[in-house]
């Protein structure tokens, strides 16, 4: 099987890329470049993630921020304690020991008050609280009440709650 990768000129270490955007090291903190090498963000933070829409999660004293990458714009302020993976549009972030999700504009559309959140298809969401798992839409209605023990996505489409309920959300 062929590998390919592409080095760019002047870096230390090869740059793995995503949607022609890579993360980009000259002193120990990170930046992002495209593909012919152009710092498009100066390596001044202490981790970047790439996500596939152009978005990138940048870390600078623990804290994470959202930046819209061809725009150079930041989307959120370095404000997340932790953060999850784009799904299904939406991001999973943490403020303290709560999850919330915000949208690719940076945008909550669930505030911080959950122990975890999980985006599933069609605006939907796993969410636990002190009670279990259960289920809540973009506009925090309780779709299935909280407590479950445990939350499955199946075929992409399915929700298994405590693997004897299931609902196909298509």
């Known amino acids: 099987i062929p590998f390919i990768f592409q080095v760019l000129k002047g870096f230390p270490d090869f740059a793995k890329f ?12 990170f930046g992002i470049a495209d593909t012919s090498g152009n710092v498009l963000i100066g390596d001044s933070f202490d981790k970047v993630d790439l996500f596939d829409n152009g978005i990138a999660v940048v870390y600078e004293d623990g804290k994470g921020g959202v930046l819209e990458i061809g725009k150079d714009r930041f989307l959120t ?60 839409d973009a506009n925090s209605n309780q779709i299935v009440d909280p407590k479950y023990d445990n939350s499955d996505l199946v075929d992409g489409r399915f929700v298994r709650l405590d693997s004897r309920e299931y609902r196909d959300w298509e």
């Open 18 to 29: 995503k949607n022609g955007y890579a993360v980009i090291s000259l002193t120990g903190t």
């Open 77 to 136: 302020d370095s404000e997340f304690d932790s953060v999850g993976l784009f799904s299904f549009g939406f991001l999973p972030v943490s403020v303290g020991d709560k999850w919330g999700v915000i949208d690719s504009t940076g945008k909550f559309i669930l505030q911080a008050q959950f122990l975890s959140v999980t985006p599933l298809p069609n605006g939907y969401f796993a969410a636990a609280s002190e009670n279990g798992y259960g289920l809540v």
